[in-house]
């Protein structure tokens, strides 16, 4: 597996050796192993997967007081998939990190507790699966605004995003609940 430093320290873009022949292909998406090897020794304890279409963009999300750490992926079309570091007493709190994920490229991204996570569809429909470090908790999940002129966040928008009345009336960074 290679590994990808992103603007962020601790969040890192992976990329499986994929093994592909006139059969298809075949990678590891998860290995506990090689994970622990680059330093994510989390115990992963809920698998999710959605479906969205083009435009439809999720997040910013976390929660806080059962913050959950995420390795996600595409399995299906294309999104643009964003890490908030939303630690107080980090050097890089209010900065992002993006990549695009998709079906093409195999990567993987590992968002650590302790970030908000979101996601725009790029392609006409994408399926996005994540494992993450903590189990979901409505009563601990907290939204911070896709378009916080704070996070300055450089979406790949072509026109405005389907977004879900909840992140839509999600907090600014400023306002928001965040961690020490």
């Known amino acids: 597996m290679n590994v990808r430093p992103t603007e962020i320290p601790d969040v890192l873009i992976l990329e499986p050796r994929v093994f592909e ?25 809920q698998d999710n997967q959605s479906r969205s279409v083009r435009s439809v963009l999720r997040g910013l999300h976390y929660q806080i007081r059962q913050p959950q750490g995420k390795l996600v992926r595409v399995v299906r ?30 990567q993987i991204f ?27 908790s409505p009563a601990d999940e907290r939204t911070i605004r896709w378009n916080d002129p704070q996070l300055a966040i450089e979406w790949p928008l072509k026109g405005d ?12 960074l400023g306002d928001a609940e965040v961690f020490s």
Do not use: C, M
């Not at 998860?30 to 622990?36: H, I, K, V, W």
């Not at 294309?78 to 695009?100: H, L, M, N, Q, Y």
């Not at 995003?161 to 600014?172: C, E, F, Q, T």
């Open 21 to 45: 022949d006139s059969r298809g292909y075949f990678f590891e998406s998860f290995n506990s192993r090689e994970l622990a090897k680059i330093g994510i020794n989390h115990q992963f304890v």
């Open 77 to 106: 079309g294309e999104v643009f998939d964003v890490a908030v570091d939303i630690r107080k007493s980090s050097p890089t709190f209010g900065k992002w990190a993006g990549v695009i994920l998709s079906e093409q490229n195999k």
């Open 110 to 136: 590992w968002i650590p507790p302790g970030f908000a996570h979101g996601f725009l569809v790029l392609s006409d429909t994408a399926d996005f699966l994540y494992k993450t470090t903590d189990f979901y």
């Open 161 to 172: 995003p389907v977004v879900s009345p909840k992140d839509a009336a999600g907090y600014l």
